[in-house]
């Protein structure tokens, strides 16, 4: 589906989320994915996701976040 999307030249994001138990554990539990499973994969998936889309609307405080990450 989503080859389709972008083989229409539709905007489609770089990451993706991987379908995953934990996130289900995690709504069961009412807890916050990244603070349940903070190394899973998935959670990883969500982080990169949060990067992509604020480097989107704003790639100043993008640059200024990957700073921080490295330091």
């Known amino acids: ?15 993706t ?7 289900r554990e ?14 899973h994969k998935v959670t990883r998936e969500f982080v990169a996701l949060h990067r992509e889309l604020l480097r989107l609307g704003n790639p100043a405080r993008a640059a200024r976040g990957k700073a921080r990450a490295v330091a």
């Open 1 to 15: 589906m989503v080859s389709e999307l972008r083989g229409e030249g539709l905007p489609v994001l770089a990451s």
């Open 17 to 23: 989320i991987s379908p995953s138990v934990k996130i």
């Open 26 to 39: 995690s709504h069961e539990e009412a807890r916050p994915l990244i603070h349940l499973a903070t190394g």
